[in-house]
């Protein structure tokens, strides 16, 4: 079995598993979009509760969300290991740091959008999931077609109407947006999957998906603390 | 033309180094980096001074030694061409260029602007050859190569080695370099044998070599005087993953 693990931890081990890890997560956060964007549904949060009280009752994505979790810590520890790894790698800088016209500002600052991330991360579990799953802080009940269940959209529309939050949310956001901007194009590549007549439709599909992704997420705090829905 | 450098200068491996600044006076237009720099070395010697270290052989752009960080780039500001065919015309009178080595962990300094580039040659030493005899020269077409194929590896096959991907790569990867004598080798016929050997032995040797990872950022492709593409570390991770779950080197 050393070979396996001799590939896994080889430079290009280490890529494919940020591109496998990156690619499962993209597929999530299209998930989590859709989910959240019920957010917007003028109906008092019925349609959200509804379907946060179905997810978490789904054997199934129970088994997915305990992967995204484990996704996101092997993305991320692997992540640091990389950027350990790069650094040490240039021990001595330049005066005059590198120009080159290729380069995207996103393609360099991917540790630091990452870390954004992880922060973001961090606060939204504890804002949102660690209420609801761990009964830490305050969370209500309200009763949809005879079955009790959390409230979690009087917990998010709270939280949403305090500025700070609001605005941290957006801003991680565009973090966000700029790391996926370079990551779903990258993960392509890392895995080997270049070709004349996929790699510039990857590369589109990328940015549109960044940008959706950036927007969807950005968008619901932004009209939840104008109290604005549809 | 008149022109200010600021050139790095380093005694040895364990110096500390630091910038040195020069005025270099009456500079051709149609003088090459290089030429400006041996007519500046002339003058320190007169003076009684040691003369500016740097690496440099053919000076026709073909052998890959010449390799001066210009102005926060390798090679200067021009693309597609290496330091000896960088022309004084490509800068303006009175400028101030800022010279420094190549810096990565992998390529110390010996001394000023030369780095020691034999991790390259170690890499090369790993897998970048065909042991196999393949025999004396084949007549025209009896090795039936797609004209596509054999581009693309001969665009591979142009890489000269001066390391300017490591240079300008954020994370000092040598993946350019190495995805490019894979690719060279594994498109052709000759290649095949040995094909998942190399670039498993390849690949460790580069990580052995203490190089970065490859981020995919393209600051090495865009910088390279032979215009390598990325499309080569597509190709070599392809080559390194399919030979690692189907080579029998356990």
Sequence with gaps: ?230 | MNITLKVWRQNGPKDKGGFETYDVKDVSPDMSFLEMFDVLNIDLEKDGKEGIHFDHDCREGICGMCSMYINGKPHGPKDAVTTCQLHMRSFKDGDTIVVEPWRAAAFPVIKDLMVDRTSFDRIMQAGGYVDVSTGGVPDANEIPIPKVVADEAMDAAQCIGCGACVAACKNASAMLFTSAKVSQLALLPQGQVERKTRVEKMVAQMEEEGFGNCTNTGACSAVCPKEISLEHIARMNREYLSAKVSSTNV
Aim: proline fraction near 2%; charged fraction near 10%; include cysteine.
């Design chain 1, 1 to 230: 079995m050393s070979w396996i693990t001799q590939t896994l931890s080889s430079s290009i081990g280490k890529k494919v598993l940020m591109a496998l890890t990156g690619l499962f997560l993209i597929l999530f956060l299209v998930v989590h979009l859709a989910g959240n964007l019920q957010l917007l549904v003028d109906d008092g949060g019925q349609s959200f509760n509804a379907y946060a009280y179905k997810m978490a009752h789904n054997p199934f994505i129970k088994v997915v969300s305990y992967g995204n979790f484990f996704f996101i810590l092997l993305h991320a520890v692997i992540g640091i290991v990389l950027t350990i790894k790069n650094k040490a790698a240039r021990k001595v800088g330049y005066h005059v740091s590198t120009k080159d016209s290729e380069s995207t500002w996103a393609s360099k600052n991917m540790p630091l959008l990452g870390v954004i991330i992880l922060v973001f991360i961090v606060v939204h579990l504890m804002g949102f999931w660690a209420k609801a799953k761990l009964g830490i802080g305050e969370i209500g009940f309200v009763i949809i077609d005879g079955v009790e269940m959390h409230d979690l959209y009087t917990v998010v529309k709270t939280a949403y109407e305090n500025i700070l939050i609001s605005g941290f949310y957006v801003i991680s956001m565009i973090a966000l947006g700029f790391h996926l901007s370079h990551g779903f194009q990258s993960a392509f590549q890392s895995l080997g999957l270049n070709h004349k007549k996929y790699t510039p439709l990857f590369k589109t599909v990328g940015t549109l998906y960044s940008y959706i992704v950036c927007f969807g997420f950005a968008i619901i705090p932004i009209l939840m603390y104008l109290g604005i829905s549809f």
